[in-house]
């Protein structure tokens, strides 16, 4: 059982201690994108480095992608032979991106999208196998 905080974990920990600190309200649109207001998680989402994130993650071992939610769930940036090496089912959804209730912006849904693409590559490059070294000839004496 793997008990690693995954960057999706963290930012919804983040959003609910700050949410619970009783901090003034700022105006989401002074501090993001014109849609931040109406969809939070996806506008801290949109402040992280997916590379950055799904390299610290792989290094903690968790090699879950990225999936974007509706009413079929994607995940950007796989091919079917790439989910012979990543375990579908174990896809983590990005908030806010469901048909039904999620982000209306069609921008954030990009962004979200964009992001997960980026993270999924990185987990994938570094979940396929590696070719082995060429052998080496050793010369003649």
């Known amino acids: 059982m793997r008990l690693g905080v995954t960057p999706f974990a963290l930012l919804l920990c983040l959003a609910a201690l700050g949410a619970c600190q009783g901090r003034r309200h700022v105006d989401a649109r002074a501090a993001g994108p ?3 207001d109406t969809c939070p998680l996806l506008a801290q989402l ?10 610290a ?6 090699n879950r992608l990225m999936q974007v939610g509706g009413l079929v769930g994607a995940i950007p940036g796989t091919a079917p032979d790439d989910l012979s ?8 959804t990005l908030p806010e991106t469901a048909d039904d209730g999620g982000c209306p ?3 954030a849904r990009n962004m979200a999208r ?3 693409y980026r993270y ?15 052998p080496t000839k050793r010369p003649v004496a």
């Open 85 to 92: 090496i990543a375990d579908e089912d174990a896809a983590v």
């Open 105 to 107: 912006s069609k921008d």
């Open 114 to 116: 964009t992001y997960a």
């Open 34 to 36: 014109e849609w931040a």
């Open 120 to 134: 999924n590559q990185v987990i994938l490059t570094a979940m396929r196998p590696q070719p082995a070294p060429a």
């Open 46 to 55: 949109s402040t992280r480095d997916p590379v950055a994130d799904a390299t």
């Open 57 to 62: 993650a792989h290094h903690r071992h968790d």
